[in-house]
């Protein structure tokens, strides 16, 4: 039925293009001069015709069940219902309404349900002829603006400005609800854990958390020693840690090459090719270094008498290094491409050899620009989930050995979050709260990365 | 004297060649990682485009059926195949002993019954007679036959039986054993068993993702282009806007995971686990990519094409519309395949709002409960049979191969149409 009236209102909409510029058309054959182009009087009747309907069409489809709620659970109210219990009785008459209902039925829950079907076909009844009457009154209104021959571009215009403008506050609403969506867990989990705690310390073991009856309040003491980040932030920083260690050389010495010395046939062939290894989803990195990096470097250490586990960090931040190496090699290159050909040639005067050009000229010239690309490669490293949830392991050990497994933030919140979840659990919101942590310190990352190379570049240009 | 600056200056061309080294190795390594990644995932996955089959003769026997005389077709679907199915694999060895027609049992998948049933239902007219019907073999035997699986292993550490391998091994010679393409992988959902696991499910769930993610994101991303680049006031908010657009590209892809977690899922109240709620979280992720995309095209349209239009009369909505953003078209649609690929290969935001749930049906809406491929490559790398190793190496295949089509795709619309102005 709401599609039905969606369609309508579409097919409505484009018709009365077609009357608005017949109308316009008609106009003009009597030798009057219009003030604008027909089509956009078609325009203009259009969207008198299809936005006043659309907009009551999706505030109602808004307010409609929660109106409808209200309305059903008012004859529950006063009989001492909990939230959630009045939840679950709306739930049953929706479906009994629906007749999937296969619990008891109880006599109440029968009168609810015919009381809602009413409801319903009221309101659905309603909400048709309400959509009807603002479409012909705000025709008619067009319609009448037409005919007195009215300036119809400007408004037509100024319309779809301010559907450009709406459409340009996408991205500040997503990071509103990226901000949101981890704020209320984020606060309501340091309620029951003080940030004290999460920060400092230095045990965590989340699913001591899931081992808790439901029914019973929360009891802080219990979490005490459970919730304590270190060790996963020291995993974060120690995995980003040699991923950097492969990425930085690797990466930095090919963008170097490929800036300075390559041939512009290698450059073509090159350049694409590394970039495909920014191409790979995460996900086939990380079954590559579970799969085939971790068992070898465990045969490997077999073989010099280490104990190496299988899931080691070392797999795991090495092939995340490998992913991070086109992103440093290329933005390196675009930095240090544009260094002024001036500098190169003043060092090359003074008799100094390529490399000496290089290391000595050319590298501190491009230093900011270099140190931004790292930091970028930072938050790539900090923030890359399914290398570590695949390749690392997924309890949280403090160490600082390669060899042994350890577990990272992003690691952590899918841990946690895979499968159901129960909103209002000390658990799930302790994800949030990571969510956050990542969050804050990703940005901050970038914010100031992005401000060092956009330094750099005023700097020459 | 002399000869000081001689060796000075032979180690510093030393220095230069030793530097230069240090570059080519590093494109070297580089290209090294990408040739044994590659590699490694097409050793380990092609032999998941063949399936083994054995083929065994299935004598159609009414009573085994419980069938009458002359069976209807109605009579011949609700018959049970069930003791037919294992009546012809107890025949492979007459006098196996009870254990041993177990282990004869799962010599095969579990679809048995329905192929024989399927072999029936084409040809009514079989009922008494013998047929050789194609049965899918079990990944461990699967496994076996391609070479995947060591067979000099003690017998407790294997899955498969000598048994087992004794009367497969007598069916190889008596040429019963055939590997053919296997086409169930890509028409079969997903499956605990790997013989039978496919990636139509998930392949749906991606392609109902990345649609909804289209729909949603390149019509908001362009829109919001055209303002930011074209319309937007010089001012703070627009300001705002930017900072805004440039770190949300930056912002770790599992953070949107629970942006759909925490408001698409949790106020919303959008149905867990479909592509729907995926394609959404994908769309708020990709945004920034076009947008930014965009608005490259858009700057690289020259200034004389909009003082043309002006010139002639042109609203400045009409100069946009007519003739700035037809232009940077080409730009924009290969941004936006280039988001939408990046879209395609990512994985963590949707486990998080639960499309890793185990799924073995073909969702035929964005409503219905779905994977998507990169998640079933993470499912099936979680799982520990062996004949999961190749199934994922497989999808990888699969995966990859459509992130290169679209990116040659891109390539393509960029430099066939893309106007060069010079």
Redo the contacts between chains.
Sequence with gaps: MNLVIFIFIVLLGFTSYYFGRKKAYSIQATNTRLTALPQFYGYYLAIWCAIPAFIIYSLWAIFEPSIVKLIILSDYSNQGYLDDELNLIYEKTKSLSRGQFSGEITPYLETSAEKYLNLRSIAQNSKVVLILTIIIASIVYGYKRISSNNRT?EPV?KF??A???T??????L??I??V???I??TIDFFKVIPLFDFIFGTHWYPAKAFVRDASEPLDPSMYSDTFGAVPIFAGTFFIALIAMCVAI??????G???A???STKVRQY?KP??E??A??????Y???A???VGPFLKDIGTAMGLEVSAESALAAGGVMG?MI??FI?SLSDDVITSVPQGLRDGSYAMGA????T??KVIFPAALPGIVGSIL?GV?RA?????IV??ASGLAANLTFNPLESTSTI?AQ??VI??GD?A?GDPKTQA??AL?MT??LV??SL??FA?RVVKKYREKYE | MNKNKEKLLNS??R??K???F??????F???L??TI?IF??FS?GYTAFQKTWLIVPVTFDAETMYLDENPSKEDLKDADYFDLALQTMFDLDKSASEKQQNDLKRMVSYFFEREIKRELLNDPSLIGKTKDVYLTASDDLDQVFKGNYPRDLPEDQRRVTDYQLKIFDQLVEQGRVESKFNLSFFTYPDSREAELAGIASSFMGSIFSILVCLVIAF???V??A???EE??PKNRFTD??EV?????A??????????G???LL?VFQLPRSTPLVGGITLS?MT??TI?IACRASLKAVPPSIREAALAMGA???QTT?HHTVPLSMPGTLSGTIIGL??A?????PL??IGM?AFVNTIPGSPLDPAASL??Q??IW??SAERGF?EK??AC?MV??GF?IIM?LFAQIIRHKFEKKWS
């Design positions: 571009r215009e779809l400005n559907v450009l403008f459409a340009s506050l996408a991205a500040i997503t990071t609800g990226i949101f969506s981890l209320f867990q050389p690797i990466g930095l010495m090919s170097i090459y490929l300075e010395y390559a090159a090719l590394i495909i290894l191409g790979i989803p995460t996900v086939v990380g079954f590559f579970a799969l085939t490998i190496i086109p090699s050899t390529k490399s000496e290089i290391k970028l938050s900090v923030g890359e989930t399914m949830v695949m992003t919140i899918v979050l895979i979840q909103f994800a949030f969510g990542l969050f990703t940005l970038n914010i992005l | 510093r061309y220095a230069e030793r530097f230069q240090y570059g080519k190795s590093a494109i390594l580089a290209l990682f990408l990644f490694k995932i380990t019509p908001v991303a829109l919001a055209i303002y930011l319309f937007a705002f806007i805004n657009i440039n770190n949300l930056a912002v770790p892809s599992i953070v949107f995971g629970l942006l977690l925490g408001i949790a708020l945004l920034p947008i609203s400045k909505m519309m690929a990046q395609l290969g990512e994985t963590a486990i998080l890793v990169p998640v490559i993470y790398a979680e190793v994922v190496s990888i995966l990859l992130l990116n």
